[in-house]
């Protein structure tokens, strides 16, 4: 008879197996994975404003957040437009990125099509987001990114620590509240910090790009299979903290699960999010340059928990290790309906969604106590709210709209 510490040890060996030889697996690389593995990181070269943002003539700052658990952040201030003065009358617009994504997400289209260039260029206070473990954000005040425990996060310590700490810092700065724009894993950290008083109050309005809270209906190909393999758990216990698909391993990984007898990744793009119909695919090796960027095998960890059990919740340490966290043997759900009645939400979500799907989206709008502006694009996919070429007119319009009309502002754009 195989004791408890026996079983977890085989169940370990097994899933340990299972890695080996699912890198070792003989799986041939996609045209998706090769540009990857061929392409050069420009992030490396300066800041994101030298890198994109004074190059293209706008004006820009850096500045440097410290979070409560020591990491240090990288947001950008972009206080006007290209041809604008610097007494704006538009209120900050703090813009979140999503997940393996930085702030750069917002400006690697042209100066016409990316939101954070059009919002500065209409007279709003541009700044920009960075989560820890981004290129952008890889401070620690006593850690190294070598380090285990630098990679010991959720997207709710994004939620409760990166948003605390970044948007304190702008809110003390401007001495104004803050309009919050997310955007995927972005509207994660967003509804979940707005359940939060300290962190709300300083918010007077917020704009969900494909926003997420339950994921028990994602149907994009690549991740379903990443799930039914417990591809987190695998990463886990080979002692993989650090999840940066420009690595070797990272991308060897892609290629054994682009194996194309179970999964066909040769666009890459759509097995992750499900299609899109307005992205330029020829500025792909340009977007390459920049994304993807690292997160952490436990935010991985804790997406795919999600996916499996249907909750929006706290990462789940099992019953020993949420007793010894929360008190109880489940972890805390983030309850929407403790979000303000009187925060103004603008939602926009689209039919091809494979992550934001239509049907969690429907559910997170019931569960809130206001009722949002909504923006539905039925052609629309997960990455076309950022990167569409045609996303000025379907999608900025209507949101600079919402945005001017909760500032009482005259909407000239």
């Known amino acids: 008879m195989v004791g408890p510490g026996g079983a977890l040890a085989a169940a370990l060996r097994h899933l340990l197996l299972l890695l080996v030889c699912f890198l070792a697996g003989g799986a041939r690389a996609s045209p998706a994975t090769d540009a990857l593995r061929h392409a050069s990181s420009r992030a490396a070269a300066g800041g994101l404003c030298q890198q994109l943002l004074l190059p293209q003539g706008y004006p820009c700052t850096e500045h440097t957040v410290k979070t409560d658990d020591g990491f240090l952040l990288s947001v950008q201030h972009i206080p006007h437009g290209k041809n604008g003065v610097a007494d704006n009358a538009g209120p900050p617009v703090f813009l979140q990125h999503g997940l393996f994504q930085g702030g750069?997400?917002?400006?690697?289209?042209?100066?016409?099509?990316?939101?954070?260039?059009?919002?500065?260029?209409?007279?709003?206070?541009?700044?920009?987001?960075?989560?820890?473990?981004?290129?952008?954000?890889?401070?620690?005040?006593?850690?190294?990114?070598?380090?285990?425990?630098?990679?010991?996060?959720?997207?709710?310590?994004?939620?409760?620590?990166?948003?605390?700490?970044?948007?304190?810092?702008?809110?003390?700065?401007?001495?104004?509240?803050?309009?919050?724009?997310?955007?995927?894993?972005?509207?994660?950290?967003?509804?979940?910090?707005?359940?939060?008083?300290?962190?709300?109050?300083?918010?007077?309005?917020?704009?969900?790009?494909?926003?997420?809270?339950?994921?028990?209906?994602?149907?994009?190909?690549?991740?379903?299979?990443?799930?039914?393999?417990?591809?987190?758990?695998?990463?886990?216990?080979?002692?993989?903290?650090?999840?940066?698909?420009?690595?070797?391993?990272?991308?060897?990984?892609?290629?054994?699960?682009?194996?194309?007898?179970?999964?066909?990744?040769?666009?890459?793009?759509?097995?992750?999010?499900?299609?899109?119909?307005?992205?330029?695919?020829?500025?792909?090796?340009?977007?390459?340059?920049?994304?993807?960027?690292?997160?952490?095998?436990?935010?991985?960890?804790?997406l795919f928990q999600m996916i499996r059990k249907g909750t929006f919740a706290k990462y789940d340490y099992g019953w020993v290790g949420n007793l010894g966290r929360y008190g109880q043997l489940h972890p805390p759900p983030f309850d929407l309906s403790s979000i303000p009645e009187s925060l103004p939400i603008w939602m926009g979500y689209g039919g091809l969604d494979a992550l934001a799907d239509v049907t969690d989206v429907e559910r997170t709008i019931k569960e809130l106590r206001s009722k949002p502006e909504l923006l539905y694009i039925g052609d629309y996919g997960h990455i076309d709210f950022i990167m569409s070429v045609k996303a000025k007119d379907d999608v900025y319009l209507n949101l600079m709209r919402f945005l001017r009309a909760q500032q009482g502002l005259h909407s000239s754009y």
């Not at 310590?157 to 810092?169: G, I, K, Q, T």
């Open 104 to 302: 750069d997400t917002w400006f690697i289209n042209s100066n016409e099509q990316s939101l954070g260039y059009i919002l500065a260029d209409n007279g709003f206070d541009v700044w920009i987001g960075n989560v820890r473990g981004t290129r952008w954000s890889k401070g620690h005040s006593t850690l190294s990114v070598h380090d285990k425990l630098f990679w010991d996060w959720s997207w709710q310590d994004l939620a409760e620590s990166d948003l605390l700490a970044m948007l304190s810092y702008v809110y003390t700065v401007k001495q104004s509240k803050v309009v919050y724009v997310g955007h995927s894993q972005g509207t994660i950290m967003g509804l979940a910090a707005f359940t939060k008083p300290e962190i709300v109050k300083m918010i007077s309005s917020a704009a969900l790009l494909c926003p997420i809270s339950y994921l028990d209906h994602v149907s994009a190909s690549f991740v379903l299979r990443a799930v039914a393999i417990h591809l987190d758990q695998m990463l886990i216990t080979m002692g993989i903290h650090q999840l940066n698909f420009r690595s070797e391993m990272g991308v060897q990984m892609l290629d054994s699960l682009c194996d194309a007898e179970r999964l066909d990744c040769n666009n890459m793009l759509s097995s992750i999010t499900g299609p899109n119909c307005c992205f330029n695919s020829s500025r792909i090796d340009y977007y390459l340059e920049y994304e993807p960027h690292p997160s952490s095998t436990k935010n991985l960890r804790h």
